[in-house]
C-alpha cells in the first residue's frame, strides 16, 4: 500500500511527466521506496494521467527536487536518518 508519494512535474514540447517517490508498506510491515512515474498528452485534463512502467532516469533537478520533497514529509523522514 502506498503510504505516502512525492511528485515533480516535467514537460516537454509533446508529454508531461509526473515523476514520482513512493514509500510502500507491505504487509509484512516492511517499507520500500518505489520511483516512477505518470505520462500525459501536454494539455490534457488532471484525470488523464496513465501509470507508466518504473525506471530510475529522471532530469538532475527533478530528483534533486524529489529528495527535498520527501525530505520534509513525516512519513519519509526516517529513510533521511541514514
Not at 1 to 10: A, F, G, P, S, Y
Not at 28 to 51: I, L, Q
Not at 52 to 79: P, W
Request: hydrophobic share 30%; net charge positive; proline share 2%.
Amino acid at each position: 500500500m502506498v503510504i505516502d508519494q512525492v511528485r515533480c512535474l516535467e514537460r516537454t514540447p509533446d508529454r508531461e511527466y509526473m515523476r514520482v517517490f513512493e514509500l510502500v508498506k507491505w504487509k509484512d510491515g516492511t517499507e520500500d521506496v518505489r520511483f516512477g512515474y505518470y505520462s500525459r498528452e501536454k494539455g490534457e485534463g488532471p484525470n488523464d494521467w496513465e501509470k507508466r512502467s518504473l525506471h530510475t532516469n529522471m532530469e538532475a533537478r527533478s530528483l534533486v527536487t524529489l529528495l527535498k520533497r520527501a525530505k520534509k514529509r513525516r512519513k519519509f523522514r526516517h529513510l533521511f536518518t541514514i
